[in-house]
């Protein structure tokens, strides 16, 4: 029931928490923070600080709509936009961008759920 704020890239642009989980003593807060450049950036916030993702191209729009921890290793789903601006659906391993395959590459898509088994 306490407020938890969370510090954005920039205090006057937007950002969003779209999944959180618990790993252990630990929070996750997957979502995206706007920068200086109105670029959102996906990413997420462990405890409190912000951890920003790479995305396919750093003047592009990319987010994270979900995330879970498995393994260790720090999952998050959802989509980078490429240089001819389409959303690509995908997912960042520990902040290692993995792209996956659309039905039409002129089409936006994006991860909405990420669940991972061992």
Known sequence: GVWNGLTPLDVTKNSLV?????????????????????????????DGVWNGLTPLDVTQDSAVTSITISGGSVYAG???????????????????????????????????SLFVTQ
Do not use: E, M, R
């Not at 391993?93 to 996956?100: F, R, V």
């Not at 089409?107 to 909405?112: F, H």
């Open 18 to 46: 779209a999944s959180i989980t618990v790993s252990g003593d630990s929070v996750y807060a997957g979502g995206y923070s706007a920068n200086s450049f109105s670029v959102v950036i996906a990413g997420y916030w462990k």
């Open 78 to 112: 959802g989509y980078s936009t490429n240089s001819s601006s389409v959303n690509v659906a995908g997912y960042w391993k520990d902040g290692i961008w993995n792209g996956l395959t659309p039905l039409d590459v002129t089409k936006n898509s994006w991860v909405l």
